[in-house]
């Protein structure tokens, strides 16, 4: 069936929100320079050594190739029936009331994270384990990282899943390959540029010792699959996203609800710092432009091919996080 929003409520323009988001996006850029005089004040290793133009242009020049990973995406997927996956939602009346509930749900858990981390002596829980891409001045010790991942994995993935999981199916929640070879291409495709990308900036993996990639990349991999992609993947976009749909019938403004909803989910970050308003309010524009890209990708990839799979072995698991961050976790559980 193709992707058709209801007539009832046609979808806005794509350059309305095109022009809108592009705004938006300047003058978060702006607020950052106004406030950073020169100097950003995170915890992020890894770039401390890039100049301050580089480090704010970069959720700039990620955008442009999320926008071209659509673009291969939209390509790769032409002529081909897309499956309007707001029709695996519930009506809009009981849509509606799922987003907000699951939204609130989602907040409580996330605040839940920032007080069971420091109560048990670890630093508060964000969708990311600190030190995740860009480094950390503490790394976090083998028992954070395992608490971390059992944390999110138990109330992002386990519980949103089981409740859901009552009254849709697998395949309503966008967790079947029901297109089989061409998903699959998609995937492998996102995978090989992604991964192409993530190595020509963090190539950090082919410093390691073969004897320690071969111990470390399994435990990254599946640290981060249990800890974040199962968690993103559930909650924004075997839930959410279809929701979204359903609500909008717009894949513009679903793909950015979904990029919106990605960047909320981590506004604590290993990296931020909350020592005076300034800082508190960097933090914040920072994470709204480096995840915002990133969810808008992964949320219209779920779109064009139905699977939530896609973007989560395509675009999460293995790249960025298995090839960036692999040199992290051999460091943190002392395989090095």
Request: glycine share 10%; hydrophobic share 50%.
């Amino acid at each position: 069936m193709s992707m058709s929003p209801a007539a009832a409520r046609p979808p806005a323009p794509l350059m309305t929100v095109v022009l809108s988001f592009g705004l938006a996006w300047l003058l978060l850029n702006g607020a950052i320079l106004a406030l950073a005089r020169g100097y950003l004040p995170f915890d992020r290793p890894n770039l401390s050594g890039q100049p301050f133009w580089l480090q704010v242009t970069m959720p700039s020049i990620a955008m442009i190739e999320q926008v071209g990973l659509m673009g291969m995406v939209a390509l790769l997927s032409r002529g081909r029936p897309v499956t309007d996956i707001g029709e695996r939602a519930p009506p809009r009346g009981t849509s509606g009331r799922e987003v907000a509930l699951l939204l609130l749900y989602a907040l409580l858990a996330q605040a839940g994270g920032w007080i069971v981390g420091p109560a048990l002596g670890y630093r508060p829980f964000s969708f990311h384990l600190a030190g995740t891409l860009v480094g950390c001045s503490i790394l976090a010790s083998p028992g954070e990282a395992m608490v971390w991942a059992g944390y999110n994995f138990l109330m992002f993935a386990v519980i949103p899943y089981l409740w859901f999981r009552r009254r849709h199916s697998n395949r309503e929640l966008c967790l079947v390959f029901d297109r089989g070879g061409r998903d699959l291409g998609v995937l492998v495709a996102v995978l090989v540029v992604e991964s192409a990308v993530q190595l020509s900036v963090m190539p950090g993996i082919f410093s390691l010792p073969w004897p320690v990639l071969l111990r470390a990349a399994p435990l990254a991999f599946g640290l981060f699959l249990v800890g974040t992609v199962l968690p993103t993947m559930v909650t924004i976009y075997a839930i959410l996203v279809p929701r979204y749909y359903k609500l909008t019938g717009s894949v513009a403004i679903s793909t950015l609800l979904g990029g919106l909803t990605y960047a909320a989910m981590h506004l604590v970050e290993g990296w931020s710092s909350f020592r005076t308003p300034s800082d508190t309010v960097l933090s914040l524009l920072f994470v709204v432009l480096s995840y915002t890209g990133p969810g808008m990708f992964k949320t219209f990839v779920t779109l064009r091919t139905s699977n939530a799979w896609v973007h989560a072995l395509g675009y999460h698991a293995v790249a960025p996080h298995t090839l960036a961050d692999t040199p992290m976790i051999a460091r943190v559980f002392g395989l090095e």
